[in-house]
């Protein structure tokens, strides 16, 4: 009997896999994905079903189907190798991912054959009879994918391993997986409380159910260190160190932490070590830019004329690293900025142009990034090619995105404070107050932008733009 496509298609959607939990291949950078996993297949020492099936669909959606089902096959072995008591219950992921790359190779038959292997292993283990099973390691699985789809998935990831905590209260990567979510989520969207952490209590129970885990160790020293808590952060740190002092993942934190510290050379030494080992990892080539720009601000503040060689020494290094990873990862958003602030330090506008347009290219940038881009670009606008006007436009840009963050306060800052400056110098341009009306509107600070718009007004009366905005806030009063 031959299988219809659009028989298959149906059941397909009902498989809990990699093809239906909506990671979609625009948000991350396939080739820089495919080498993270690699290295963390060789590094760590845990299970790998997940990484393999990770990989499988990564090479699927590169167009490699062949690579991607010996992906599923190493999968296989590693689920007969950890769980030889469990191995239905295990694979269905693995057959869900197999039915769904048969399918995409028109090899309906087989894909059929994995869709009844799912079917029936569900219909032993669950006693609904519909496929939708909910184990709480495919609830985890699905939470370590998607934190690896980026800033956007987080929130989901952070949702996946809640629900696979609901069943297994204990279970060490459960919650190591919640803590990791729950601290990039803070990492991201909590940055303006620092005062108050809520991924501190899961790092904490994370790091007593996994004592041989210096990864999720060195997160914790990071967060006690944000909270100001440094020496406790350090010990943590400093044990790890003992634990696995050769063990990139831990390292590049390690790094972070004395670099935040204010301790770079020690920083740049651990980071150096830790490329040694795994010599194309983006982060810590973006890491060693930060500590090279580091050292240049620390360089140029404490030295009244720095010597001019040690400065396009750090430079080039910083440029060096910066290019290294945007050369390698195309939607690094912050490297990209990086980079673009450090050719217009050596006055390589051009090329400082061209870094800013490919950071604001990027499709998938969250609202703070975009904030903060627009802030940066104002001040290259205003500093280094001297246009005031780009610079305010930019900086508005930056404020009409509502939402509260590090980049739109400062937006505000540099907006007002080279506005009010104008003024005070005896500015009678009604543009400066019809700008510093937008900005008060903008914060909802209505009669501070009243004020701006009728001074606006008076020095140009027929302007409609002017009009209209104050009869709306007048009205809305």
């Not at 399918?103 to 283990?125: D, F, G, P």
């Not at 934190?253 to 740049?268: H, N, P």
């Amino acid at each position: 009997s031959t299988i219809s496509k659009n028989s298959l298609k149906s059941s397909l959607l009902q498989l809990e896999c990699y093809f239906t939990w909506t990671l979609l291949k625009q948000d991350v950078d396939l080739e820089d994905l495919e080498e993270t996993v690699g290295n963390q297949v060789e590094f760590f020492i845990k299970s790998n079903i997940a990484n393999y099936n990770l990989l499988s669909y990564v090479y699927h959606l590169k167009n490699s189907n062949e690579e991607a089902l010996r992906n599923l096959q190493k999968a296989e072995e590693e689920v007969k190798k950890n769980h030889p008591d469990e191995i239905p219950r295990r694979s269905l992921v693995t057959w869900g991912n197999y039915a769904w790359i048969y399918y995409h190779m028109e090899r309906y038959e087989e894909a059929q054959t994995y869709i009844s292997k799912v079917e029936n292993t569900c219909k032993k283990l669950s006693s609904t009879a519909q496929c939708k099973i909910q184990l709480p390691e495919i609830y985890a699985e699905q939470g370590w994918a998607l934190l690896k789809f980026g800033a956007k998935y987080y929130d989901r990831a952070k949702n996946c391993f809640e629900n696979a905590l609901k069943s297994e209260p204990n279970n060490p990567e459960f919650n190591t997986g919640y803590a990791i979510a729950m601290y990039r989520l803070e990492d991201i969207f909590y940055r303006e409380h620092e005062d108050v952490s809520l991924a501190l209590e899961p790092l904490k129970i994370a790091v007593e159910l996994n004592p041989n885990d210096t990864f999720i160790k060195a997160l914790l020293a990071l967060k006690l260190q944000a909270l100001k808590r440094v020496e406790e952060g350090e010990s943590y740190i400093e044990k790890a160190m003992q634990e696995t002092p050769d063990l990139p993942y831990f390292l590049r934190y390690a790094a972070k932490f004395y670099r935040k510290k204010g301790e770079v050379d020690k920083a740049l030494e651990i980071l150096k070590k830790a490329l040694a080992v795994t010599p194309r990892s983006a982060f810590l080539h973006h890491q060693l830019g930060v500590c090279y720009k580091a050292k240049l601000f620390q360089l140029k503040k404490t030295t009244r004329y720095p010597p001019q060689q040690q400065v396009e020494e750090l430079t080039r290094l910083a440029i060096f690293h910066f290019k290294t990873v945007t050369d390698q990862k195309t939607k690094f958003f912050s490297a990209h900025v990086d980079l673009a602030n450090m050719y217009a330090q050596v006055k390589r506008y051009k090329e400082a142009e061209e870094s800013f347009q490919k950071a604001m290219n990027i499709n998938n940038t969250s609202c703070d990034d975009k904030q903060f881009f627009y802030y940066q670009y104002g001040n290259f606008q205003r500093f280094h090619m001297k246009s005031e006007s780009e610079a305010i436009k930019y900086y508005i840009e930056g404020l009409k995105i509502e939402k509260d963050s590090y980049g739109r306060n400062k937006c505000r800052y540099a907006l007002q404070k080279f506005l009010e400056e104008r003024i005070q110098g005896g500015s009678r341009d009604a543009t400066d107050f019809g700008t510093l009306g937008l900005m008060h509107k903008l914060n909802g600070e209505k009669h501070e932008a009243i004020e701006c718009y009728e001074k606006a007004i008076a020095l140009c009366p027929n302007n409609e733009e002017y009009l209209s905005a104050l009869c709306e806030l007048r009205l809305s009063i």
